[in-house]
C-alpha cells in the first residue's frame, strides 16, 4: 500500500463500514504528508496538542491554496461564515453570546430541564414503530428523534421540520471531502441549499424578534449582553449551524451506538438490566465510534513542528479524531469496545475553543434513546451486518439499520 | 527483590503512617493501597474532619452555594486506615521511627509520608486578631463562621492581603452585594504570583466590580470597640476604614514546627526532598523512610533551574502524594521523580484564571492572545529567554500549548503569529514582579535554593 493513496481510500464508499484498519495503518505515520498540500494527523496526543494549538486556524482564508470542501472565497452572496469556520476573537465572541440561550454557566439546567420532554419524543417514536418484522432504526428513530428535539430547541415549526431533512442533507453532504474531484458544482448546490435554509430563518427570526417564544431563537433574536447583539446575518448563520450539527451527528451517535450494543449483546443486557450504565457506554460510544470520524478544516498560521515533520505555513490539516480515539499509545486494548473502561478522555466531540457546542445534549440525547431501546425491545437483533452506509466519511455513520425483535414492550 | 526481601515485609504487615489527614496525605494512603500495602496504615490530622476539599471554601461555601460540611474529598478507594484525628502530631523521633501526638501517645512507623501541609497566616498582633469578626480562611471551620458572618448582612468586609484567596474573598463579598474594602501592599492584586502587568488587569477588575482596593498601603492595626468587637482597620496612609468584618490573607505558614528538634532538615520554608519524595535530614542526607507530600514538600524540579519549589497548588499535591506513595513501596531503580509542571486556577469576579509553569521567576511577559483590557487573553512569560510560564484569564482552553511551550524550554519571545494576536502583543514587557525582599502575601510558589546555570533540556513528562 502506498501511503499516497491511503487518504484516498479512506474516503472511499467501499471502507465506509470499516475504516478502522485504514486508520490503524494510517497512525503509522502519524503526520502524513498526501502530497497535495493536505497533512493527516492520526494520534491522539498530536491530534490534541493542535487542537490547543494557537497557530492553528479554523478560518479558510488562512489556507495557502484558497478552498476546502464546501467553501468558496468569492462567494459574497451566501451567509457569513458560522463560528466553527472562525476564529478569536470573533468565534469566542459568537459562541459566548450562542452559549448565554444554550448552556452554563447562563442557562445551568436547559439541557437538564428538557430530560422529560426528550423522554417523551423517544417514548412516542418507540410507540410509533409498528411491525417488528423489519425496523428501519434510522428512518423510524434515530433520525426523527434528534431532528425533533433541535427543531423545538430553536423553535421551528413542526410542520416545517421536512424542509430541513433536503437542505441538511446537501449541505452536509458538502462538509464530504473528495479530494481531486472539482468541488464548484457541489459548492454551487450547497451555497444556493445554505442560502434557502437563511431567507426560511429569517423569516422565522423576524417573527420571533415581534413575537418572542420560550425557545432559542426569540432569545438570539433578541440578545442585549456583554457582547452587545448578533447581526441579522450573524444570527442566520449561527441558526443554520446549531440546526445542521442538530440534524447530522446525533443521529450517527445513536445509529452507531445500537449497531454496536447489538454487536456486543453482552453489554446490551447489561444496559437493559441498567440504564445508569447509559453514561459510560455512551463516552465511550464517542471513542469507539464518534460520529465525526475527522476535522477537515483547519490550517497552519506558522510552520509547526510535531510529531518529527514540519507542517509548513498555510498547509491544509486533517484531524483523523477517529484514529486518535484508537491509538495504541493513549488507549489500551483500543480496538474493544468497553463501557467498563475508566480513562475515556476521547476526540469524539474534539478539545479546546472549538469542542463540540452541543455535547451536552448529545450525551443525554444517546444516553436517552440507547437505554429506551435497551428496555423496551425485546431480542432485537440486526438484519443485515454490516448495514447500508451514509455515502459521507466525516459524519460516517448507517444509512439504514434493519433490526427485528420478538416484540415491543409497554 | 530487596536482598533481604524488605520491601515484601513492608506491603505484607508493615506499618505505615501518613502525617496530615487532607488532600496529599488522602490521595497517598490510597496510592499505598493501590500499590498492594496491606499493613497497617494509620492516618494523623489535626482537625476533627475527614479529608475535605479547599478550593470550594473561598468560592462556592462563601457565597452560599455549598456548605462547608459537603467538602468532603471523594474517596478513590476503601482505605482501611486507623484514623487519629483532631490531634496533631507534636514530635517525631527518627531514631526511634515514632510520631509523637500532642495527646502524648506515640505511634511506631516503618516508613512515614509527611503531608501537614501549611496554614493561614494569622494577624500578628494576638490582641487585635483575637477581636470578635476577624477572620482567616484555610479550614472548614474558617469557611463555616465567616460564611456566617457575610449571611448576617455586615455594612463592609475588610480583606488584608490580594493574593488568591483575598481577591477570591472580595469577589464572593460582592457577588453577595456587600461592600468590601482591599488592602495590599504591593502596587496590585496577584501581584506576588502574576506580577504587575497581569495584577494590574486584576486591579481593573476589583475596581470594576465595586471593589474599595487600597494598594501600597499597609494596615497599622486594627480597632475594637468595648465589647470586643471589630470596628475599624487603621492604615500606614493615615486612613481608617470602619468595618465589623476583617478577613487576614496573608498567605500561609507551613506546618513544621513540630518537628523542630527532629534532625530532620524542616523550616520554615517546608520539608526538603530529593525529586523522589524523599525528606532530606538537616545534615543534607536524604532519609530513605520519610517521604514528604503536599504544600509542605520543598523538592528541586530540573525544568525551573534545579530551584527547590514549595507549590500551593492542588494538583501539585494529588501527584506529588501519588509519585511519594509509589516511591515507598519500590526499589530505589523503580522509583519516579515528581516532576509535575506547576498548575493553578482561580475564579473572582466571573473571570476565570489559569496559570502553568512558574511565573514568578519570569522577567518578562508577553501577551500572545486576546487583550488585557478585555481581562481575556493568554499571556506567557520569559526567563533567560526561554518561556518559563502562562498564565490565561477566561482564555484556558489554549493552556496546555503553553505548557508544552515551557516544557520544551521553548525560546521566549514566541516568534510565531497566532489567532487573536493583537498589536499590545508586538513585544515583551518587563512582567514587573515586586523585590522579593519586600514582603508581601507572597506567591503560591517558592522559590529558594540552588541555581546553576542555564540550562537547555527536553522534558518529556509522564502520559499516563
Keep these: 500500500m502506498t501511503q499516497g493513496n491511503l487518504l484516498r481510500q479512506i474516503l472511499e464508499y467501499g471502507n465506509r463500514p470499516n475504516p478502522y484498519p485504514l486508520y490503524a495503518e494510517l497512525r503509522k505515520t502519524p503526520v502524513l504528508n498526501e502530497g497535495d498540500g493536505a497533512y493527516v494527523v492520526s494520534t491522539y496526543w498530536e491530534i490534541l496538542s493542535l487542537l490547543h494549538d494557537p497557530r492553528v486556524s479554523s478560518d479558510p482564508h488562512n489556507l495557502a491554496v484558497p478552498g476546502g470542501p464546501g467553501f468558496d472565497p468569492n462567494d459574497e452572496s451566501s451567509l457569513p461564515p458560522s463560528f466553527i469556520r472562525l476564529d478569536p476573537p470573533e468565534h469566542d465572541r459568537l459562541r459566548r453570546m450562542t452559549n448565554t440561550s444554550f448552556g452554563p454557566p447562563h442557562k445551568a439546567r436547559r439541557i437538564h430541564e428538557m430530560r422529560g420532554e426528550l423522554d417523551e419524543i423517544v417514548s412516542g417514536l418507540i410507540d410509533g414503530i409498528g411491525s417488528t418484522d423489519r425496523i428501519d432504526l434510522v428512518e423510524q428513530f434515530s433520525y426523527p428523534f434528534p431532528v425533533t428535539v433541535i427543531c423545538r430547541l430553536l423553535g421551528v415549526p413542526r410542520e416545517d421540520e421536512s424542509r430541513f431533512h433536503t437542505w441538511a442533507d446537501t449541505l452536509a453532504a458538502s462538509l464530504d471531502p473528495m479530494p481531486g474531484e472539482d468541488p464548484t458544482e457541489r459548492n454551487k448546490i450547497a451555497q444556493k441549499a445554505r442560502t434557502e435554509l437563511g431567507m426560511y430563518l429569517a423569516g422565522l427570526i423576524e417573527e420571533r424578534r415581534k413575537n418572542p417564544q420560550d425557545d432559542m431563537l426569540s432569545e438570539l433574536a433578541n440578545l442585549k449582553g456583554p457582547d452587545g447583539s448578533m447581526t441579522t446575518m450573524e444570527l442566520l448563520s449561527t441558526s443554520a449551524l446549531l440546526l445542521i450539527a442538530g440534524h447530522e451527528t446525533t443521529v450517527n451517535l445513536i445509529t452507531n451506538g445500537m449497531l454496536t450494543l447489538l454487536r456486543n449483546p453482552d453489554v446490551l443486557q447489561r444496559l437493559r438490566d441498567d440504564p445508569k450504565l447509559a453514561v459510560p457506554i455512551v463516552e465511550e460510544l464517542l471513542r469507539f465510534e464518534p460520529p465525526v470520524q475527522l476535522v477537515p478544516n483547519r490550517t497552519t498560521l506558522a510552520d509547526i513542528e510535531i510529531g518529527g515533520v514540519t507542517i509548513p505555513k498555510g498547509a491544509s490539516l486533517w484531524l483523523v479524531v477517529a484514529a486518535g480515539n484508537r491509538d495504541p499509545q493513549r488507549f489500551k486494548e483500543p480496538e474493544r469496545f468497553d463501557p467498563d473502561r475508566e480513562d475515556i478522555e476521547h476526540l469524539g466531540f474534539g478539545s479546546g475553543i472549538h469542542s463540540c457546542f452541543g455535547a451536552p445534549l448529545a450525551r443525554l440525547e444517546a444516553q436517552i434513546a440507547l437505554s429506551e431501546l435497551a428496555r423496551r425491545l425485546v431480542n432485537p437483533r440486526l438484519l443485515e451486518d454490516p448495514p447500508e452506509y451514509r455515502q459521507n466519511a466525516v459524519l460516517r455513520g448507517p444509512r439504514h439499520l434493519p433490526i427485528t425483535c420478538d416484540e415491543i414492550r409497554p | ?279 532530606f535530614d538537616i545534615r543534607g542526607i536524604v532519609t530513605d523512610d520519610i517521604f514528604v507530600a503536599g504544600d509542605v514538600a520543598r523538592s528541586p524540579h530540573p525544568l525551573f533551574n534545579y530551584q527547590f519549589l514549595s507549590l500551593e497548588h492542588w494538583g501539585n499535591a494529588v501527584t506529588q502524594a501519588e509519585t511519594a506513595a509509589h516511591n515507598m513501596l519500590c526499589e530505589s531503580v523503580d522509583r519516579r521523580p515528581h516532576m509535575w509542571i506547576p498548575a493553578f486556577w482561580s475564579s473572582q469576579f466571573g473571570v ?113
Design chain 2, 352 to 464: 476565570n484564571i489559569k496559570s502553568v509553569g512558574v511565573p514568578s521567576m519570569g522577567t518578562e511577559i508577553i501577551v500572545t492572545q486576546g487583550s488585557l483590557s478585555e481581562h481575556r487573553f493568554a499571556a506567557v512569560y520569559g526567563f533567560q529567554d526561554r518561556v518559563i510560564g502562562a498564565v490565561t484569564f477566561d482564555d484556558a482552553r489554549w493552556l496546555p500549548f503553553y505548557q508544552q511551550l515551557i516544557e520544551s524550554t521553548a525560546p521566549f519571545p514566541p516568534q510565531f503569529p497566532t489567532v487573536d494576536r493583537r498589536p499590545e502583543g508586538a513585544r515583551p514587557v518587563s512582567a514587573d514582579f515586586p523585590d522579593p525582599s519586600v514582603p508581601t502575601h507572597g506567591p503560591t510558589v517558592t522559590l529558594s535554593g540552588y541555581s546553576p546555570a542555564d540550562r537547555r533540556i527536553t522534558f518529556t513528562p509522564g502520559r499516563h
Design chain 2, 1 to 279: 527483590m530487596s536482598v533481604d526481601g524488605y520491601l515484601d515485609r513492608l506491603k505484607r504487615d508493615g506499618r505505615i503512617v501518613v502525617v496530615g489527614a487532607s488532600l496529599a496525605g488522602l490521595r497517598g494512603a490510597e496510592t499505598l493501597r493501590d500499590g498492594g500495602f496491606a499493613g497497617t496504615l494509620t492516618m494523623i490530622g489535626d482537625e476533627p474532619y475527614e479529608p475535605y476539599d479547599r478550593p470550594p471554601l473561598s468560592k462556592g461555601v462563601l457565597l452560599g452555594k455549598a456548605t462547608a460540611d459537603h467538602t468532603a474529598l471523594p474517596r478513590r478507594r476503601a482505605l482501611d486506615a486507623e484514623w487519629r484525628l483532631g490531634v496533631p502530631a507534636s514530635g517525631l523521633d527518627m531514631a526511634a521511627k515514632r510520631v509523637r501526638l500532642a495527646d502524648g501517645d506515640e505511634v511506631e512507623y516503618d516508613r512515614l509520608l509527611i503531608a501537614t501541609g501549611v496554614r493561614a497566616r494569622p494577624w500578628p498582633h494576638e490582641r487585635e486578631a483575637a477581636l470578635d469578626g476577624v477572620f482567616v480562611l484555610r479550614t472548614r471551620d474558617d469557611a463555616t463562621a465567616l460564611q456566617k458572618r457575610l449571611a448576617d448582612g455586615p455594612r463592609r468586609v475588610f480583606v488584608i492581603g490580594a493574593g488568591f484567596t483575598g481577591s477570591e474573598i472580595a469577589s464572593a463579598c460582592r457577588e453577595r452585594e456587600i461592600e468590601v474594602t482591599v488592602a495590599e501592599r504591593g502596587a496590585a492584586p496577584l501581584v506576588g504570583a502574576l506580577g504587575g502587568v497581569v495584577g494590574e488587569v486584576a486591579a481593573q477588575m476589583q475596581r470594576e466590580n465595586g471593589v474599595d482596593l487600597r494598594t501600597g498601603v499597609m494596615v497599622t492595626g486594627l480597632e475594637g470597640d468595648s465589647a470586643g468587637r471589630v470596628r475599624a482597620a487603621h492604615l500606614s496612609d493615615g486612613s481608617s476604614v470602619e468595618t465589623d468584618v476583617v478577613v487576614v490573607s496573608l498567605g500561609a505558614t507551613r506546618n513544621t514546627e513540630w518537628l523542630a528538634g527532629s534532625g530532620l532538615g524542616a523550616g520554615p520554608r517546608g520539608i526538603a526532598c530529593d525529586a523522589g519524595c524523599r525528606a
